[in-house]
Each structure stands twice: as structure tokens, then as C-alpha cells.
């Protein structure tokens, strides 16, 4: 599978954003995708991930209740809602997937497999 990350860009804090994650090759139904995020000089975190077929989310402490992580119903694009943005929530922004993750791998980037380009989110006013 492959992973197209999009909709990132500058804006002011308290300001909202949709990340878009579109899968080509093939569906993501079999799939648990993440999203993750790296600032300068610091390693990759998890942001929040979601089981396709289940609907399951999971959310990092730092976002959890601004963001929302969610799918379509073709099951080939994971979107990123992030509302009221804060200027520590500026990194690029990857998407990510893999199909053989049990639910302890969920938060962990190395777990994933596949990965998309990262899309710039910079928060600052």
C-alpha cells in the first residue's frame, strides 16, 4: 500500500486543520493506520491511531479531546482533524500503516510498515 499525506499548513493557534491520508494499491481495511508527528530535534510521536475495521481510535495525551482521527466509508482515506492548534502541535505530520499490529503496537512508530510523506503543520502567531 502505498500513502499520500496532505493538508498541512501555517496557521494561527486555536485555528483548525484536516489532514488527509489517501491509500492507493489497495483498501485499508485490513489495515490499523497512525498518525505521528516529529519536531525539529525531537523523535517521532504518536498523535493518534485507528483500527479500519473496527472504528477504534487511539489518541496521545496531548491531543486527546482536539483531535479526532476518523475514515471514510471506501476505507481508503484516514483523515486528521485537529482543532484548537497549538504552537507545540507545529511538526511534520506522517501518516502510517501496517496490517499485523496487535493493539500494544498501536502507539509505536516503529511498528509500522508503511509510510507516507510528511506534510508541514506550523502553528504560530
Known amino acids: 500500500v502505498q500513502l499520500q499525506a496532505s493538508g498541512g499548513g501555517s496557521v494561527q493557534p486555536g485555528d483548525s486543520l484536516r489532514l488527509s491520508c489517501l491509500a492507493t494499491?489497495?483498501?485499508?481495511?485490513?489495515?490499523?493506520v497512525g498518525w505521528f508527528r516529529q519536531a525539529p530535534g525531537k523523535e517521532r510521536e504518536h498523535v493518534a491511531t485507528?483500527?479500519?475495521?473496527?472504528?477504534?481510535?487511539y489518541y496521545a495525551d496531548s491531543v486527546k479531546g482536539r483531535f479526532t482521527i476518523s475514515r471514510d466509508n471506501a476505507k481508503t482515506t484516514v483523515y486528521l482533524q485537529m482543532n484548537s492548534l497549538k504552537p507545540e502541535d507545529t511538526a511534520v505530520y506522517y501518516c502510517?500503516?501496517?496490517?499485523?499490529?496487535?493493539?500494544?503496537?498501536?502507539?509505536?512508530?516503529?511498528?509500522?510498515?508503511?509510510w507516507g510523506q510528511g506534510t508541514q503543520v506550523t502553528v504560530s502567531s
Open positions: 502510517a500503516a501496517d496490517s499485523q499490529l496487535i493493539l500494544s503496537e498501536f502507539r509505536n512508530a516503529r511498528s509500522f510498515d508503511y
Open positions: 494499491g489497495r483498501t485499508l481495511s485490513r489495515y490499523v
Open positions: 485507528i483500527r479500519i475495521s473496527s472504528g477504534h481510535t
